[in-house]
């Protein structure tokens, strides 16, 4: 825990000092720090990460652009056998991999020059960078998607759909992003907002979603995107208990529900046009988790993490937002303890077969763990 401590601070710090009046010369060198050190996180990790071991094991014998063709996109597939080309081992392939979609990422928090990039930054770590960085081939989705949301505030729907074409060949689920071309002409009000989430956990307890995967099911097969969490949950009961079943429980829900709520209060302060966006796409991921955690907790999950990151946006803007001194000052406080719970829970509370101990570039522990954690059969 000492290992992920020292990297939040660091990461805090840069996050308080981007706050001062800085030269941009001296904002930039922050930011860039904070890039190096999280792709140096990333990109050197070993043993660490919940796909890990498939992604190794893949990489490890690939041998053409149709190796694995069926689970794998073909964004992929075309750039891992360029890599492996290249001579890269895994661990350059990582490096690489994660510089670009860490650079992405880097690239959409471009909030008024950057100026509250540093809580940015420090909440996509506490915890989104823990699940993300095993999960590949959605991670650089996710990345391009966000960067995508440049082009729908600018209005541009070229580069919008190629952005979301791309993103898709990574990972087919970004399709879903295409929605947030239509919501960003919905307004949103402080009163439409109240009657929306009134009328989501309604129809959440009339278990809406259940009966619509029921009808549709058997047209496009859906449930069976379900099957995977079950066989996995039957081998790793005590990793992956918060998320099985029709109900999912207070840990799984309460904190989005209270995020929600609290950014609704706070719809005042989001004025501007890309705050109202990233107000709407964090709602969807609100949506998406209610009607569709019970009947397919697989497509939910996969689906909602593409709106549920803009979540980063929308608290680091209520430190430029809020005008009183004092206020801001306790906000801040506030918002690094809420980011140092998140991050303890995304590393013990979630997945912490995954997180600990860390092995990478920074420490190695010499820890053994079970092997058919991260390797096939074959490789054990």
């Known amino acids: 825990m000492e290992f992920y401590l020292i990297i939040f601070w660091a990461l805090a710090l840069c996050a308080i000092l981007v706050q001062l009046r800085l030269t941009p010369q001296a904002m930039w060198t922050l930011l860039g720090c904070s890039y190096v ?31 694995n063709a069926v689970d794998f996109e073909i964004g992929f597939r075309l750039f891992s056998f360029g890599a492996k080309k290249l001579g890269l081992p895994f661990a350059g392939f990582n490096v690489v991999y994660a510089a670009i979609y ?54 541009d729907w070229r580069k919008f759909l190629l952005c979301i074409c791309v993103a898709c060949t990574f990972h087919i689920s970004a399709l879903v992003f ?21 009328t989501v956990i309604l129809l959440s307890l009339l278990d809406v979603g259940s009966v619509v995967v029921r009808l549709a099911g058997d047209r496009i097969h859906i449930a069976d995107l379900d099957q995977k969490l079950v066989a996995v949950e039957a081998v790793t009961v ?60 697989i497509l939910a999950n996969r689906t909602a993490i593409y ?18 001194p004092l206020f801001r000052q306790a906000y801040c406080v506030l918002l690094l ?3 140092l719970s998140r991050m303890y829970s995304g590393i013990f509370a979630t ?3 995954i997180f600990v101990p860390y092995k990478g570039v920074f420490i190695n522990q010499e820890v053994r763990r079970d092997p058919g954690w991260f390797l096939p059969d074959k490789a054990r």
């Open 238 to 297: 005590e990793d992956f208990g918060y998320a099985s079943g029709a109900n999912p429980t207070i840990l799984w829900i309460i904190p989005r529900v209270g995020f929600l709520l609290l950014f609704i209060f706070c719809l005042r302060w989001f004025t501007e046009e890309a705050d109202q966006l990233h107000f709407k796409l964090y709602f969807v991921s609100f949506v998406l988790l209610s009607l569709l955690s019970g009947p397919v907790f």
């Open 37 to 67: 050190l999280l792709v140096l996180f990333v990109g050197l990790r070993w043993e660490t990460g919940n796909d890990w071991g498939s992604y190794y094991d893949y990489y490890e014998h690939l041998t053409s652009l149709k190796d």
């Open 351 to 353: 997945y912490p077969r």
């Open 337 to 339: 303890v809420i980011s």
């Open 307 to 324: 709106f549920n990151i803009f979540q980063i946006y929308l608290f680091a803007t209520l430190t430029r937002r809020i005008k009183t």
């Open 178 to 198: 295409a929605i947030a071309w239509p919501l960003a002409r919905v307004r949103v009000t402080p009163r439409r907002a109240w009657l929306a989430l009134g």
């Open 102 to 155: 860490i650079g992405l990422i880097f690239l959409s928090f471009k909030e008024d020059n950057y100026s509250v990039s540093g809580w940015l930054v420090l909440q996509f770590y506490a915890p989104f960078i823990f699940g993300l960085m095993g999960t590949t081939r959605q991670v650089m989705a996710l990345a391009i998607c966000m960067f995508s949301v440049r082009y729908v505030l600018s209005k």
